[in-house]
């Protein structure tokens, strides 16, 4: 179900922006890379804030540029939202006026996202009647994102919307971000260069380097791809999608099923039937020829080998399918010779330890 | 070599000394606007033939007057009118009894269009102009002549809605001369050829002395320059036959 | 005492000096927007010509203008073309001059304000679907609004205090184009010297007070020059 088309080129002589892609048209998709890949070009391309002289972008169904038949829809005629690095309030208005701006100048409402219900999702009722000046950064970028919303856009467009923000605000808000996700049927183009952000946010992964897509398609598969330099990174990991089956109250544990097994994870605060977001890093994974018989490891999986590739500094990188779920692990180069690992190889992968992301 | 060098100045002071009618002296001169062209000959000759020298500053009497009763340096003082010269003298700025006539000024009734002004001035009862440009009569001796003249003529108060007023009699001439105002009245310095004694350019009338009183310009000396050597001598200069000639030349009458 | 001429040279200027100052900002404020966002390699000249009234003596500027105004002059051929006649010794004309004197006290605040506030949320309100007239009314001006205010306080007194140019373009016209610098003026060369303080005092009590209550109003004005 591919909604966004977009293409475009643009030369700044420094700088080149070359890309072709189809988005999904649901879910975060998170446009990923290092500061100068051109994501955040490409993202203010979709907005219209610049305009590259040869582009085509299809949202929808609806052509917002094609630069053949030389339309350009400006920004302000696009059913888009979208939140700025820095917030970029109004200092003259309230945050009430600030979230009705946008507001008053749609003609119908027709959609689903009601204002009530953005400022509930984003916790900023008692802050209505405050202006700019007296938020704090994580309350004005929380304003924003209610702002964007609550025009009911038919996309989002974030632009690093955390990264002006300590830590402890980031955490403040990454919730609100993974709620929208649950409960807004609103595609979400997120630019960020943090990959907590990308573990904890992402459905669709794009990697983008030197103004072209490296590497785009489902988060677990693109972490897991061996020819990306994600997982080569020291923070490789992958992302399983889980739900909650049990509660062990005794062992403070919780089990989690996923596609193809189950994990026991530090107990959860949370429903069973609950979805949760699981991070493994490559790290943490090692690889056992045979089940052990005795291990102090709770988690050991039969998985199969699926490839694997030289990592930094007498590393390995293997991956792995657990189920259906794609792996990575980590290991010395020393062990993989050891191993003789091969693909197709049959294996267990002992998961010493996992992280919940929300 | 050694005695040359030291007896050539002290014999110079000492000369200055013995002849102090002899040293060249500067005087500073406020005059008014529309005495500049023959002021400046004036001058020039004066420095040639005295070997003192006239620093001239050019204005309207008026700001002159306020100078001087503020302590401004002037030693003589040549005004376009009477009033300011005597009231000097009265409240003890000048010299008493020196004031003196030194020019009748003369006025045009002139327009930068060629053959516009009749040269008996018909046109200011024939009316047909947007514009009749004076200088303001509130204070500039010229506005307030050419309103005499108009007075005299009827035709004051019927013109008084055209009027437009020049701060000073240069500004007047630079509103007819731009061709802003038809018409205006301006100095017969301002416009007369000094080579044939006529119109330089455009067409105008001049208006005959029987239409508005005596229009006598007059000079006065200052305290500040009383025991200026070169303030009396350009005072003197100023009566010469050298002097009148110039001062005819340049359209102005001449004392009696 | 302030004679009725006096009262009369008074209330002309206030009304001179307004309707210049609205003229100023309604054709400051596009040139000065124009300046503050464009790249154009005019802008350097644009920049210097609207600065230039700060260096011709006003006469000297007036002098000019009554040339360019008159008959003969291109600004003069073109009003009689249109039929307006000559703009010099009318009120239009003495505001012409006055706009075009008064220019750079209007234009370079306003420029520096928007300056100020950047492109950052003009690109927030075409996210909210501002358009860009829009955009300008509803952040730019609100947000400029201690420049506005500046603008016009400098424009307002700065053509209130003009004399050279007046007195040139004008041609003091009692009731028309005698403004009150020139009155003042007038009584000072007519040696009228109390008339002169009585007019000139008033024109400053009177301005101080226009001065003090905008100065007032801009110091209570809970605006913040840059976006939170």
Redesign the interface.
Known sequence: MTTIKARFQLDYGDFKLAVDLKLPGNGITVLFGHSGSGKTTLLRCIAGLQRAPQGFLEVNGSVWQDSERGVFLPTHKRPLGYVFQEANLFAHLTVRDNLRYGLKRIKHNSGTVRLDHAVDLLGIGHLLERRPGQLSGGERQRVAITRALALNPEILLMDEPLASLDFKRKQEILPFLSRLHQQLAIPLLYVTHSQQEVAQLADTLVIMEDGRVQALGPLPDIQSRLDVALAQDREAATVWQVIISEHEADYHLTRVEFSGGSLSLPRVDAEIGASLRVRIYARDVSIVLEAPAATSILNVLPATVTGSADGQAGQSVIRLVVGSQALLAHITRKSARLLDLQVGMAVYVQIKCTSILN | MLASRFLHPILAVGLLLITPSLRAETVLVAVASDFTRPMTEIAATFEKITHHTAKLAFG?S??A??QIKSGAPFEVYLSASEKYPL?LEKSGFAIADSHFIYAIGKLVLWSAIPGYVDNEGKILTTGGF??I?LA?S???PYGVVAEEVMKNLGVLDKLRPL?????NIA?TF??VN????DLGFVGLAQVIDINNGKLGSGSGWIIPDNLHGPFRQMAVLLKTGAKNPAALALVDFLKSPTARSIIEKYGFGLPE | MLTADDLETLLLTFKVASITTLLLLLLGTPLAWWLARTHSKWKSIINALVALPLVLPPTVLG?YL??L?????VV?QFTTWLGL??L??TLPGLMVASVLYSLPFVVQPLQATFSAIGGHALEAAATLRAGSLDRFFSVVVPLSKPGFLTAAILGFAHTVGEFGVV??VG???PGKTRVVS?QI???????EYAEAHWLAGSLLVFSFSVLLILYTALRTQPVAHSLK
């Open positions: 309207s008026g700001k007057f306020a009231e947007k514009h440009a303001d509130s204070h500039a009027f437009v007023m020049g701060e500004q630079q509103f731009t061709g802003n105002a | 002098f009554l040339v105004m008159g008959p003969a002059g003069g006649g000559t010099p010794f007195l040139m041609g003091n016209i020139v003026y007038n009584h000072v060369e007519a040696l």
